[in-house]
Protein backbone atom coordinates (compact mmCIF):
# COMPACT_ATOMS: atom_id res chain seq x y z
CA UNK A 1 0.00 0.00 0.00
CA UNK A 2 1.77 3.21 -1.03
CA UNK A 3 1.65 6.62 0.41
CA UNK A 4 3.81 8.29 3.24
CA UNK A 5 4.62 7.53 6.88
CA UNK A 6 5.62 9.77 9.08
CA UNK A 7 7.13 8.96 12.69
CA UNK A 8 6.87 9.16 15.59
CA UNK A 9 3.16 10.45 16.19
CA UNK A 10 4.18 12.50 19.11
CA UNK A 11 7.26 13.95 19.80
CA UNK A 12 8.43 15.93 23.16
CA UNK A 13 11.91 18.11 23.19
CA UNK A 14 13.99 18.85 26.35
CA UNK A 15 15.41 22.20 26.32
CA UNK A 16 18.69 22.92 24.11
CA UNK A 17 18.06 19.59 22.47
CA UNK A 18 17.66 18.54 18.48
CA UNK A 19 15.05 15.80 17.39
CA UNK A 20 14.70 14.63 14.06
CA UNK A 21 11.25 13.94 12.32
CA UNK A 22 11.18 11.21 10.15
CA UNK A 23 9.53 11.21 6.38
CA UNK A 24 9.23 8.03 4.19
CA UNK A 25 7.75 7.87 1.34
CA UNK A 26 7.61 4.38 -1.38
CA UNK A 27 5.52 6.57 -3.89
CA UNK A 28 8.54 6.84 -6.30
CA UNK A 29 7.93 10.69 -5.75
CA UNK A 30 11.03 13.06 -6.59
CA UNK A 31 9.71 16.46 -4.70
CA UNK A 32 9.00 16.35 -0.87
CA UNK A 33 8.12 19.04 1.39
CA UNK A 34 8.10 19.69 4.83
CA UNK A 35 5.38 22.36 6.78
CA UNK A 36 4.66 23.51 10.09
CA UNK A 37 1.00 24.10 11.08
CA UNK A 38 0.56 25.92 14.22
CA UNK A 39 -2.98 25.97 16.17
CA UNK A 40 -5.46 27.94 14.05
CA UNK A 41 -3.16 28.77 11.49
CA UNK A 42 -2.61 27.56 7.99
CA UNK A 43 0.61 25.48 6.64
CA UNK A 44 4.05 27.16 6.30
CA UNK A 45 6.72 25.57 4.26
CA UNK A 46 9.68 25.01 6.17
CA UNK A 47 12.03 22.95 3.76
CA UNK A 48 11.58 21.35 0.21
CA UNK A 49 13.76 18.92 -2.13
CA UNK A 50 13.09 18.25 -6.09
CA UNK A 51 15.70 15.92 -6.16
CA UNK A 52 18.01 13.15 -4.44
CA UNK A 53 21.08 15.35 -2.46
CA UNK A 54 19.19 19.18 -3.27
CA UNK A 55 17.06 21.03 -1.22
CA UNK A 56 16.13 24.46 -0.47
CA UNK A 57 14.88 27.20 2.30
CA UNK A 58 10.87 27.65 2.81
CA UNK A 59 9.60 30.83 4.03
CA UNK A 60 10.89 29.55 7.75
CA UNK A 61 13.60 27.41 7.51
CA UNK A 62 15.16 29.32 10.24
CA UNK A 63 16.01 26.39 13.22
CA UNK A 64 15.72 23.86 11.28
CA UNK A 65 17.84 21.34 8.59
CA UNK A 66 17.44 18.56 6.28
CA UNK A 67 18.89 15.90 4.21
CA UNK A 68 17.93 14.18 1.25
CA UNK A 69 20.11 11.32 0.99
CA UNK A 70 17.69 8.88 -0.37
CA UNK A 71 14.89 9.59 -2.74
CA UNK A 72 12.14 7.78 -0.28
CA UNK A 73 13.16 9.73 2.81
CA UNK A 74 13.57 13.26 3.47
CA UNK A 75 14.08 13.47 7.60
CA UNK A 76 13.36 17.42 9.04
CA UNK A 77 15.69 18.21 12.70
CA UNK A 78 14.73 20.54 14.69
CA UNK A 79 17.40 21.79 15.92
CA UNK A 80 18.00 24.27 19.46
CA UNK A 81 18.05 27.32 17.69
CA UNK A 82 14.38 27.13 16.91
CA UNK A 83 13.04 28.38 19.85
CA UNK A 84 9.08 27.86 19.64
CA UNK A 85 8.80 24.56 18.12
CA UNK A 86 5.69 23.12 19.65
CA UNK A 87 3.53 22.78 16.51
CA UNK A 88 1.89 19.91 14.17
CA UNK A 89 4.50 19.30 11.43
CA UNK A 90 3.76 18.43 7.76
CA UNK A 91 5.51 16.04 4.89
CA UNK A 92 4.28 15.78 1.75
CA UNK A 93 5.65 14.53 -2.04
CA UNK A 94 4.59 14.91 -5.28
CA UNK A 95 5.97 13.05 -8.66
CA UNK A 96 8.06 15.67 -9.39
CA UNK A 97 8.47 19.34 -9.11
CA UNK A 98 6.77 21.40 -12.38
CA UNK A 99 3.93 18.88 -12.61
CA UNK A 100 0.99 20.64 -10.92
CA UNK A 101 0.11 17.21 -9.35
CA UNK A 102 -1.74 17.56 -6.15
CA UNK A 103 0.15 17.48 -3.11
CA UNK A 104 -0.60 14.63 -0.84
CA UNK A 105 0.03 14.76 3.26
CA UNK A 106 1.95 12.46 5.92
CA UNK A 107 -0.21 11.71 9.02
CA UNK A 108 2.12 14.55 11.00
CA UNK A 109 4.12 14.60 13.81
CA UNK A 110 3.09 16.80 16.93
CA UNK A 111 6.14 18.31 18.74
CA UNK A 112 5.62 19.90 21.98
CA UNK A 113 8.24 21.12 24.63
CA UNK A 114 8.49 19.41 27.86
CA UNK B 1 6.57 35.96 -2.50
CA UNK B 2 2.88 34.91 -2.47
CA UNK B 3 0.31 35.74 -0.14
CA UNK B 4 -3.55 34.08 -0.03
CA UNK B 5 -5.55 35.47 2.01
CA UNK B 6 -8.75 33.48 2.69
CA UNK B 7 -12.25 34.73 4.29
CA UNK B 8 -14.65 34.05 6.26
CA UNK B 9 -12.39 32.41 9.59
CA UNK B 10 -15.39 31.20 10.35
CA UNK B 11 -18.51 30.17 8.46
CA UNK B 12 -21.88 28.62 9.90
CA UNK B 13 -24.60 27.04 7.83
CA UNK B 14 -27.71 25.28 7.84
CA UNK B 15 -27.25 22.07 6.93
CA UNK B 16 -28.50 21.50 3.39
CA UNK B 17 -27.55 25.03 2.68
CA UNK B 18 -24.81 26.31 0.07
CA UNK B 19 -21.74 27.16 1.71
CA UNK B 20 -18.75 29.78 -0.10
CA UNK B 21 -15.36 30.75 0.92
CA UNK B 22 -13.20 32.85 -1.00
CA UNK B 23 -9.46 33.28 -1.40
CA UNK B 24 -7.79 35.89 -2.89
CA UNK B 25 -3.80 35.51 -4.15
CA UNK B 26 -1.15 38.44 -4.94
CA UNK B 27 1.62 36.58 -7.24
CA UNK B 28 0.25 36.53 -11.08
CA UNK B 29 2.41 33.74 -12.14
CA UNK B 30 0.53 31.33 -9.39
CA UNK B 31 -1.10 28.37 -11.40
CA UNK B 32 -2.44 25.76 -9.17
CA UNK B 33 -5.13 26.53 -6.69
CA UNK B 34 -5.81 23.42 -4.22
CA UNK B 35 -7.98 23.06 -1.59
CA UNK B 36 -7.66 20.85 1.34
CA UNK B 37 -10.36 19.68 3.97
CA UNK B 38 -8.88 19.18 7.96
CA UNK B 39 -10.30 17.26 10.64
CA UNK B 40 -9.22 17.75 13.85
CA UNK B 41 -6.04 15.95 14.45
CA UNK B 42 -6.12 14.73 11.41
CA UNK B 43 -4.18 15.52 8.09
CA UNK B 44 -5.40 17.93 5.49
CA UNK B 45 -6.75 15.83 2.24
CA UNK B 46 -7.20 17.00 -1.07
CA UNK B 47 -11.26 17.82 -2.14
CA UNK B 48 -10.39 19.85 -5.20
CA UNK B 49 -8.26 21.67 -7.49
CA UNK B 50 -8.19 24.12 -10.30
CA UNK B 51 -5.37 24.93 -12.84
CA UNK B 52 -5.10 28.49 -14.57
CA UNK B 53 -6.23 27.40 -17.82
CA UNK B 54 -9.78 26.22 -16.21
CA UNK B 55 -12.27 28.77 -14.77
CA UNK B 56 -14.38 26.28 -12.64
CA UNK B 57 -14.38 23.02 -11.90
CA UNK B 58 -17.03 20.26 -10.06
CA UNK B 59 -17.23 17.07 -8.31
CA UNK B 60 -20.76 16.30 -6.94
CA UNK B 61 -21.29 19.37 -4.37
CA UNK B 62 -18.04 20.62 -4.83
CA UNK B 63 -16.80 23.31 -7.00
CA UNK B 64 -14.15 25.66 -7.19
CA UNK B 65 -14.17 29.20 -9.53
CA UNK B 66 -10.85 31.16 -10.51
CA UNK B 67 -10.84 34.83 -11.44
CA UNK B 68 -7.67 35.15 -13.08
CA UNK B 69 -7.69 38.96 -13.73
CA UNK B 70 -8.87 39.32 -10.16
CA UNK B 71 -6.55 37.24 -8.60
CA UNK B 72 -9.22 35.50 -6.48
CA UNK B 73 -10.94 31.85 -6.00
CA UNK B 74 -13.44 30.35 -4.65
CA UNK B 75 -14.62 27.03 -3.02
CA UNK B 76 -18.53 26.33 -3.25
CA UNK B 77 -20.28 23.47 -1.38
CA UNK B 78 -24.17 22.77 -1.86
CA UNK B 79 -26.31 20.85 0.05
CA UNK B 80 -24.28 20.70 2.91
CA UNK B 81 -24.18 17.89 5.34
CA UNK B 82 -22.89 17.53 9.39
CA UNK B 83 -20.05 15.19 7.98
CA UNK B 84 -18.85 18.54 5.87
CA UNK B 85 -18.04 20.27 9.33
CA UNK B 86 -13.95 21.13 9.16
CA UNK B 87 -11.16 23.28 8.96
CA UNK B 88 -11.24 24.12 5.06
CA UNK B 89 -8.01 25.72 3.39
CA UNK B 90 -7.06 27.14 0.16
CA UNK B 91 -3.42 27.54 -1.39
CA UNK B 92 -1.44 28.63 -3.97
CA UNK B 93 1.32 27.70 -6.15
CA UNK B 94 3.54 28.42 -9.35
CA UNK B 95 5.87 26.67 -11.17
CA UNK B 96 3.23 23.97 -11.28
CA UNK B 97 3.83 23.53 -7.39
CA UNK B 98 7.73 22.62 -7.38
CA UNK B 99 8.70 25.27 -5.05
CA UNK B 100 5.51 24.25 -2.41
CA UNK B 101 2.36 25.76 -1.43
CA UNK B 102 0.93 28.87 0.15
CA UNK B 103 -1.51 28.14 1.86
CA UNK B 104 -4.26 30.54 3.38
CA UNK B 105 -5.07 30.75 7.34
CA UNK B 106 -8.63 28.31 7.23
CA UNK B 107 -12.01 28.51 7.53
CA UNK B 108 -13.79 26.77 10.01
CA UNK B 109 -16.89 25.58 8.39
CA UNK B 110 -20.01 24.44 11.13
CA UNK B 111 -22.85 22.81 9.55
CA UNK B 112 -26.00 23.05 12.01
CA UNK B 113 -28.61 21.00 12.21
Known amino acids: DGGITQSPKYLFRKEGQNVTLSCEQNLNHDAMYWYRQDPGQGLRLIYY???????QKGDIAEGYSVSREKKESFPLTVTSAQKNPTAFYLC?????????????FGDGTRLSIL | GENVEQHPSTLSVQEGDSAVIKCTYSDSASNYFPWYKQELGKRPQLIIDIRSNVGEKKDQRIAVTLNKTAKHFSLHITETQPEDSAVYFCAASSGGGADGLTFGKGTHLIIQP
Open chain 1, 92 to 104: ASIPAGGSNQPQH
Open chain 1, 49 to 55: SQIVNDF
